[in-house]
């Protein structure tokens, strides 16, 4: 059994290798945004950019977290305003 394109319903080929298909990434006829080579460029780009430290990614990590059972005035709450909810330990 044959499959058929996804995209045009063509029989010739998968949706992976459909000549209709338009790209999402950058808008070019001939290949699907999951097979989109300028996507894939930009990825290693960024991860070449990217220069990670381990000591800055620990450290906000273990110490963000707030704990708010010490909150008792307004002033305590207003402290937290700024913390990101994610990030508060009710
Ligand atoms: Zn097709
Ligand atoms: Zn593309």
Redesign the pocket.
């Known amino acids: 059994m044959k499959k058929l394109c996804k995209y045009c319903k063509s029989s010739e080929h998968t949706i992976d290798f459909c000549p209709e298909i338009l790209?999402k990434?950058?808008n070019?006829r001939g290949?699907p945004?999951w097979k989109?080579?300028?996507?894939i460029t930009d990825k290693k780009i960024e991860i070449n950019n990217i220069k990670i430290d381990e000591k800055n990614i620990m450290k906000p990590i273990q110490e963000k977290k707030y704990d708010c059972s010490n909150l008792k005035t307004i002033d305590d709450f207003m402290n937290i305003i700024n913390i990101p909810w994610g990030e508060l330990n009710f």
């Open positions: 790209c990434i950058c070019k290949h945004h989109c080579k300028s996507k």
